[in-house]
């Protein structure tokens, strides 16, 4: 029994202090640590990836007529950061953010909202996409407008017609 002690004693003294006093001494955080996850609205199409990655379901989609909100609870959230590894325009970011302690529910939650446009051909109500560059490279200027507000099936469609015209069959 005393053999044991002595050994836990040397390792001990070996090692020293290996415990911060948090909160009075900052955590030790390496480069790899995952906190919490922030999205810029400003880059974020909407597309979804993130919420069908998020194994957690921290990340959900809301739906109504005009507008489409993609909410991120950090309540639910195991900070894995996979839905910022699918996120295709990099719109979200995993920060060192963990102090997340609040006495409102709503303090945990982000709502980046996005506003639906109809569609002129089909009548749907759809969340139109960045594509103004790519638009812009491939088609004539007239029909950039139009294009932009057509929904991605009735595209689609009009994209399919216009290169059987120009394919000539």
């Known amino acids: 029994m005393v053999k044991p002690i002595l050994k836990l004693i040397t390792v001990a003294k070996e090692v020293g202090v290996v415990t911060r006093k948090y909160p ?45 909100e993609l909410v991120y609870f950090a309540g639910r959230c195991i900070f894995c950061g996979r839905c910022a590894d699918v996120c295709p325009t990099g719109a979200i970011r995993v920060t060192k ?14 709502v980046v909202i996005h506003r639906k446009v109809k569609c002129p051909i089909c009548g749907k109500h759809f969340v139109p996409q960045p594509l103004e560059k790519y638009v812009c490279e491939k088609c004539a200027k007239g029909e950039i407008p139009t294009y932009m507000m057509v929904c991605p099936e009735c595209r689609r469609k009009v994209g399919v017609k216009k290169m059987i015209r120009c394919k000539g069959g």
């Open 24 to 68: 009075y001494e900052s955590p030790l955080l390496t480069e790899e640590f995952r906190g919490k996850i922030e999205i810029d609205a400003s880059i974020c199409w909407g597309c979804g990836a993130c919420v069908k990655a998020c194994p957690s379901n921290a990340l959900t989609i809301r739906e109504s007529m005009d507008v489409m």
């Open 97 to 110: 953010e963990f102090e997340l302690a609040t006495d409102e529910l709503e303090d945990l939650e982000q």
